[in-house]
């Protein structure tokens, strides 16, 4: 199944209020529709512990290796300090890319950006406000299987925090 069309079945349960409390669930569905098996603990690891600390979900590769971190917080822990926490922990196991989510709304950060949670983020989209095809596009740069596995999504997470970082000081000089 085409993700665009998964995304838009998650969308519609969302809008009906059947996957309203099924966070987990909507994360698990998009990780198979971007290529990952997650009964495979090899790869998908649910609880995945980091010094004392647990996040959602590992996706690793075939030497165990992390290659990016899940966390799935409800809406209003989104940006309290058990994220941030998480974040750092994400920084001290240097994993390139770090995800918050609500089920509905995706946060992607680079951590080896910074340690300021606030200024690695890269991008968010939203499942029931994006458009389908946009949502489908950054999901598969950053999350697919295939992306990850090969490195693409570590270099696009990479350059796209790059580009933010020149935007932000060219927009700084200006004011000054």
């Known amino acids: 199944m ?8 998650i969308r519609d349960g969302i809008e009906q209020g059947i996957l ?11 990780l198979r529709g971007l290529g990952w098996q997650t009964d495979d603990k090899m790869f998908v690891v649910r ?13 690793r590769n ?17 940006d309290s300090v058990a994220a941030r926490q998480i974040f750092s922990s994400a920084i ?34 939203d499942l029931i406000d994006g458009d389908s095809k946009t949502n489908a596009l950054l999901l598969q740069r950053y999350l697919s299987y295939k992306s990850l596995q090969d490195g693409d999504a570590a270099r696009a997470i990479e350059n796209n925090y790059l580009l933010l970082v020149e935007a932000k000081h060219l927009s700084e000089r200006k004011i000054m």
């Open 62 to 78: 075939n030497l165990a290796w992390p290659l990016a971190f899940i966390e799935v917080k409800n809406i209003s822990e989104l």
């Open 20 to 30: 309203k409390a099924e966070r987990h669930a909507i994360v698990e569905k998009l």
């Open 2 to 9: 085409c993700l665009q069309v998964t995304i838009d079945q």
């Open 47 to 59: 609880k995945y512990r980091i010094g004392g600390r647990t996040i959602d979900y590992g996706l």
């Open 92 to 125: 001290r196991r240097r994993v390139p890319i770090f995800v918050l989510t609500d089920g509905r709304v995706w946060r992607f950060f680079h951590t080896f950006g910074s340690d300021d949670y606030a200024d690695c983020q890269v991008c968010a989209l």
